[in-house]
Structures are given as structure tokens and as C-alpha cells.
């Protein structure tokens, strides 16, 4: 009979080390700090030489490019695939730490923010101990859920604006003074009432002995009386007093009078129950306003328009109109 033989075992042999960190691993985490320092006082030297609001409105866009990177990477984590990166900016690396299967960092260049989902398309090398976490693999809604994550973040974001502006703010687009004991918000540079020696918080109560219901029909009877010297009453600090002014003329348009103040805006907080419905509403409200233009926008009008506003720039101390609390 013959006989099986069986190959004299092998040892075991221990799990072979992982590799040590090769030059470029060592080079870019040691140059890690000293970008990280540049970049700080490269921001530190624009903010003092060109002022902080640039530097506030890209901050702005960064955190709301970042949320909406958010938003995919949640819905790549619910549904179960495998997010290797998740970075602020493009460039060279600035800054990262490893957490789990992902590494989160900051990039040179803060023009963006992007997630890395492996298995994106079907030419993606994958290991395929991770072909299951693919976003190829996942089922058609959790790939959806991923796609349109991003922008359900910047709806979200409209209405925790809108939560925090009807709660801390005041309402958007306040009611506006409309007795006869209005003040006097602000005046305007070089106008009329600047000339006159108008101030805020002045109560105006009267034109040449006329009293107004209404701060819009005292801005419509002035508008209609351009360059006519005429005698407000106003009450300041208790004392009313006689104030002789010649009205101003309208830059953008010579036949109407202008004063040159601002009537204070006035608003109102509500409650976190209210402020929620009220939010919801005014969004809605919102959207099908934006909706609604974009079914009735057309290339043709919006270029006629363009061509036929002019060449002549708007004065920059040009105040609001009445509806907008200024005359």
C-alpha cells in the first residue's frame, strides 16, 4: 500500500512589520508646523494690510463649503462606505491627524473642501477587502442620499440663519416707525440734513407748521419739493427747536427732493417655538419667490436691462428710498 507523506511543517513565521515611515512621510510631517505657520501669518499680515471683512467673507465661504462636504461625508458614514479623506482646501498639506479609517486635514489654498469615498466610478482600484464599503457597491438610494447630501446642508443652513435672526436678531425686515414720534436713525454725509445740522435720534415734528401721519408721507411731500428752503421743528433732548433747511436734490434724479437722514428701523425678537414656525414659513415663502423668478427669467430682458441702465455710477452717499426708511 502506499503510503500518504505529508510535508514536514513549516514554522510559523511572525507577522512581518509594517515599513518605517519612508523620507517623504518624514519630510512633509516635519513641514506640517511650518506651513501651518505661514499660513497663519500670512493671514495675520492680510488681515492687517487689506482689513478683516476679505478675510471674513472667505472664512464665510469656507464653512459653508465645509458643511456641505459635511453633509456627504455623514451620508457616506450612514451608509457604509469607506471615507479615506476629508480635507479643507487644496494644496500641498498643511496639517491632518488619522482618526479611524479617515484622515482629516487642512490644505494650502482654503478654495474649498473635499470628501474622498473609495470606489467612486468603476475604474477605481479598490483592496478588495473593502469592495463592500465602495460607493459603487452601495444601493441605489444610499448612493442618492450621498449625491444630494450636500445640498440638503445648504437648505439646512437657511433655516438655522433664519432660526437665529428671528430669535437673537430681530425679525428680517422689521416694522418700520410709522407714527408721528419717528426718529431720526442716521444722516448722510454732504446732504441736506448733514448741512442743516440734523442728528440721530432727532424727532422731527414738523415742516413748515405740518404735522405727518407717517414718516413715508413725510418723505413723499419733501421728494416732491426739491431745492425749497423750508423749517422742520425738531425735538432734541427736550427742547424743540427750529431748523432751517433747504432741501437737496436728488443725483439720480433732478426733479425730486432728497434730505439726506434714515428713519431708525425698528425690530423684533420672537420665541424659540415661534421663531422655528416662523422660519419654516419665511423660507418656503423663500423659495418659491426664487423658483418663481427663475421660471420668469429671461437672458434677453436681464441683458436689455444691462445695456440700458447706463454708464453712470449710483452716489455712494445716495440714501435709501422712503420705503426703505430713507429720504
Do not use: C
Not at 101 to 111: Q, W
Not at 186 to 193: H, L, N, Q, R, T
Request: charged share 20%; proline share 8%; aromatic share 10%.
Amino acid at each position: 500500500m502506499t503510503s500518504l507523506q505529508h510535508p514536514p511543517s513549516q514554522p510559523t513565521q511572525p507577522p512581518t512589520p509594517p515599513p518605517p515611515p519612508g523620507r517623504q512621510q518624514e519630510e512633509e510631517r516635519s513641514t506640517s508646523p511650518v506651513r501651518l505657520a505661514i499660513l497663519a501669518g500670512l493671514v495675520a499680515w492680510l488681515g492687517l494690510a487689506g482689513g478683516w471683512a476679505p478675510l471674513v467673507v472667505v472664512f464665510g465661504v469656507v464653512v459653508m463649503i465645509f458643511l456641505h462636504e459635511l453633509g456627504h461625508y455623514f451620508a457616506a458614514k450612514w451608509g457604509g462606505m469607506k471615507v479615506t479623506e476629508f480635507f479643507i482646501g487644496f494644496g500641498p498639506k498643511i496639517w491632518s491627524f488619522q482618526r479611524g479609517e479617515t484622515e482629516y486635514g487642512l490644505k494650502v489654498i482654503p478654495a474649498g473642501a473635499y470628501v474622498k469615498v473609495i470606489g467612486m466610478n468603476n475604474l477605481d482600484e479598490v483592496d478588495p477587502a473593502d469592495e463592500g464599503k465602495t460607493y459603487r457597491q452601495a444601493s441605489y438610494p444610499r448612493r442618492m442620499a450621498v449625491a444630494v447630501a450636500g445640498s440638503t446642508m445648504h437648505f439646512l443652513q437657511a433655516l438655522l440663519l433664519l432660526f437665529v435672526l428671528y430669535s437673537f436678531v430681530g425679525v428680517p425686515g422689521g416694522s418700520l416707525t410709522e407714527d408721528k414720534e419717528w426718529e431720526v436713525g442716521e444722516v448722510v454725509p454732504g446732504s441736506a440734513a448733514a448741512d442743516a445740522g440734523l442728528q440721530a435720534e432727532d424727532r422731527v415734528l414738523e415742516v413748515d407748521g405740518r404735522r405727518y401721519e407717517t414718516f413715508t408721507t413725510f418723505a413723499e411731500d419733501i421728494a416732491e419739493r426739491p431745492g425749497e428752503d423750508v423749517t422742520l421743528s425738531v425735538l432734541r433732548d427736550g427742547e424743540v427747536l427750529d431748523v432751517p433747511v433747504e432741501i437737496g436734490i436728488a443725483p439720480s434724479d433732478p426733479a425730486r427732493g432728497l434730505l439726506g437722514i434714515r428713519r431708525d428701523l425698528v425690530t423684533t425678537t420672537v420665541g424659540p417655538v415661534r421663531a422655528v414656525g416662523a422660519s419654516v414659513s419665511d423660507f418656503w415663502d423663500q423659495t418659491g419667490a426664487t423658483l418663481g423668478f427663475i421660471g420668469s427669467f429671461s437672458p434677453t430682458d436681464f441683458w436689455d436691462s444691462v445695456v440700458s441702465s447706463g454708464s453712470e455710477p449710483a452716489a455712494v452717499d445716495s440714501p435709501q428710498p422712503a420705503s426703505g426708511g430713507g429720504q
